[in-house]
């Protein structure tokens, strides 16, 4: 069956870095894109970014972009999340989810991991 | 970038209603829309994607109907289990913007 698992969450403070890990099972991760989501505490969902399943696309949303960085490695099924220069307001758990369709970007996430809280706070 | 907005906020109701949650883009998506289920402390599940196509293992009490810019789910017969929180999601563009989500509450 499909998993997916997060790591690399934890506190850190304003302007440091921190890479979040998925770890993927159960499906030929190489034929899909991967999502990253988060939710600050108490609030809704927020799309981060997206990366094809060969890697060579990826989009950020306007709150990150120029800040994470999303990447993979198909080798060992494993999808990560640089974040760099991070504010108080990234605060959130991140989710990792698969695309529904092979080798589709243009996708809603149909399998999501448990998250993975990360906390910006001086 | 597309905006998502859904009503109600808080939908409080009984075992047995029917609930219908409406979904509006600020542009046409045609229907590229995802329903979204969510419990505390857990991740979103897919319930309904292009709009009305019920994901595998979905109960057939969730329905999704609509496209361009208007869009509902409707759950025909509430159960204990369907009490949550549900977004919509577009992914017509890559902002794959979220709805605020509704919390839907026991009566």
């Known amino acids: 069956q499909v998993q997916l698992v997060e790591s690399g969450g934890g506190v850190v403070q304003p302007g440091r870095s921190l890479r979040l890990s998925c770890a993927a099972s159960?499906?030929?991760?190489?034929?899909?894109?991967m999502h990253w989501v988060r939710q600050a505490p108490g609030k809704g969902l927020e799309w981060v970014a997206v990366?094809?399943?060969?890697?060579?696309?990826?989009y950020y949303a306007d709150s990150v972009k120029g800040r994470f960085t999303i990447s993979r490695d198909n080798s060992k099924n494993s999808l990560f999340l640089q974040l760099d220069s991070l504010r108080t307001e990234d605060t959130a758990v991140y989710y990792c989810a698969k695309t529904a369709m092979v080798f589709a970007v243009l996708q809603p996430g149909d399998y999501w991991g448990q998250g993975t809280l990360v906390t910006v706070s001086s | 970038d597309i905006q998502m907005t859904q009503s109600p906020s808080t939908l409080s109701a009984s075992v047995g209603d029917r609930v219908t949650i409406t979904c509006r883009a600020s542009q046409r998506i045609t229907s590229w829309l995802a329903w979204y289920q969510q419990k505390p402390g857990k991740a979103p599940k897919l319930l309904i994607y292009k709009a009305s196509s019920l994901q595998n293992g979905v109960p057939s009490r969730f329905s999704g109907s609509g496209s361009g810019t208007e869009f509902t789910l409707t759950i025909s017969s509430l159960q204990p289990d369907d009490f949550a929180t549900y977004y919509c999601?577009?992914?017509?563009?890559?902002?794959?913007?979220f709805g605020q989500g509704t919390k839907v509450e026991i009566k």
């Open positions: 159960g499906f030929t991760f190489s034929s899909y894109g």
């Open positions: 990366i094809s399943y060969d890697g060579r696309n990826k």
């Open positions: 999601q577009q992914y017509n563009s890559f902002s794959y913007s």
